[in-house]
């Protein structure tokens, strides 16, 4: 079962924070689900203004992410990549996955990890936090990022606790 063993994060105040969301526009469906996900996140969490930049694919999203994480305290990444008849989906998840880490590590900065790489279309549907979905990805990745932001910002003021 997808989601087993998952934490169960409080939300914190993210008031403070500045976060910037890119997200891919492919799958429409499936993405607006994620990005409603997100701001459902951000309202938890009491975030009211981050940006969100749009780019045509996943491909797309970890050099739009380093470009935002100098400026950002947090950066979520959202999309999502459908498995085809062709190798070119794993290349995709790959590329995707390895940038957004990169960007997250070079930067020290949280990247939500929001990109779904699915078999069907149905896969990603019921991950993307619709009415009827059995997961919420965009919540999840931009709650992860928002934690991991706030307890980086209790770390670099010497608290590690």
């Known amino acids: 079962m997808a989601g087993h063993g998952a934490p169960d994060l409080v939300p914190v105040d993210c008031h403070d924070l500045r976060v910037?969301?890119?997200?891919?526009?492919?799958?429409?469906?499936?993405?607006?689900?994620?990005?409603?996900g997100a701001q459902r996140a951000f309202a938890d969490h009491?975030?009211?203004?981050?940006?969100?930049?749009?780019?045509?694919?996943?491909?797309e999203l970890p050099?739009?992410?380093?470009a935002l994480a100098?400026?950002?305290d947090a950066v979520i990444a959202l999309g999502v990549v459908i498995r085809g008849g062709t190798p070119h989906f794993d290349y995709v998840c790959n590329a995707a996955t390895d940038g957004l880490t990169r960007v997250s590590l070079d930067h020290v900065t949280p990247v939500g990890f929001g990109l779904l790489t699915c078999d069907d279309e149905q896969q990603a549907l019921d991950r993307?936090?619709?009415e009827g979905s059995s997961e919420d990805k965009g919540y999840e990745a931009a709650s992860a990022a928002l934690q991991t932001a706030a307890t980086l910002k209790k770390v670099r003021r010497g608290y590690a606790g």
Do not use: C, Q
């Open 128 to 130: 993307a936090g619709l």
């Open 20 to 36: 910037a969301v890119v997200a891919a526009s492919w799958h429409t469906e499936v993405m607006d689900g994620l990005i409603a």
């Open 70 to 72: 100098p400026s950002y």
């Open 46 to 59: 009491k975030l009211e203004e981050p940006v969100v930049v749009r780019v045509p694919g996943a491909f």
């Open 63 to 66: 050099v739009t992410a380093a």
